[in-house]
């Protein structure tokens, strides 16, 4: 198996602009999660799906933010309109179970809005 | 690469030496905990796991001990290698809740020869 596959790895883009960053999970994985990482913060939890189906969208930081999973092989984490302390690198993880030992991570995009 | 330049707690070891990294947990209600290692451009990573019903859990070259009294996890990594460098991050979670895996600041640990 591939493992979860981020793209793009790289992403700079204008601040107004909008960035769509894409995760292909592990395929049978029927949990998947988006995490942002930054200096100041860490590791947050954005949202995270069950079956293709949001679950829990509470530390999407605002509206700017959206998440969709047409299907158990796709989603996609998209910013319109970016800011520039949007920059950061944003994780997806997909697990079989729920539970922390069956996180699979990506390696991630490193986001820099300017 | 993907890391984010953290200003984290750095631990710095000579190879061959014992690690023992800390974390501080804040839901009394947690009830799972997991060690991840993070490494440069890359996402974390799975290390070892243990469950509220346990005090100490081994494996290879690790072991995690669980305090629920003073909420406070470590994370012990025998005979110390320059591939252990890396950033560490202790993760909680309520099985109750909504399987949220919500993780610590993180420890940089520097293995030096």
């Known amino acids: 198996d591939a493992g979860v596959i981020q793209s793009p790895r790289h992403e700079v883009t204008e601040m107004g602009q909008e960035v769509t960053l894409r995760c292909k999970p592990i395929?049978?994985?029927?949990?998947l999660f988006w995490y942002r990482q930054t200096m100041m913060r860490g590791l947050e939890l954005l949202i995270y799906?069950?079956?293709?189906?949001?679950?829990?969208d509470s530390g999407m930081p605002e509206d700017r933010f959206s998440a969709k999973m047409p299907n158990a092989s796709f989603s996609t984490l998209k910013i319109q309109p970016s800011e520039p302390r949007d920059s950061a690198v944003y994780f997806c993880?997909?697990?079989?179970?729920?539970?922390?030992?069956?996180?699979?991570f990506g390696s991630g995009t490193r986001l820099t809005v300017v | 690469g993907e890391s984010v330049g953290l200003h984290l707690p750095t631990l710095s070891v000579q190879e061959g030496d014992n690690s023992i990294i800390n974390c501080a947990y804040s839901n009394s209600a947690s009830d799972y905990f997991i060690w991840y290692k993070q490494e440069s451009g890359k996402g974390p990573q799975f290390i070892i796991d243990?469950?509220?019903?346990?005090d100490k859990r081994q494996g290879q070259r690790v072991t995690v001990l669980l305090n629920k009294t003073v909420k406070h996890l470590s994370l012990q990594i025998a005979a110390t290698q320059p591939g252990d460098s890396a950033v560490y991050f202790c993760a909680e979670m309520f099985s109750g809740g909504y399987n949220k895996l919500i993780f610590g600041a993180g420890t940089r640990l520097a293995v030096h020869p």
């Open positions: 395929s049978g994985h029927d949990y």
């Open positions: 243990i469950r509220s019903n346990m």
């Open positions: 993880a997909s697990s079989l179970t729920g539970r922390g030992y069956g996180y699979t």
């Open positions: 799906f069950n079956n293709n189906v949001p679950i829990d």
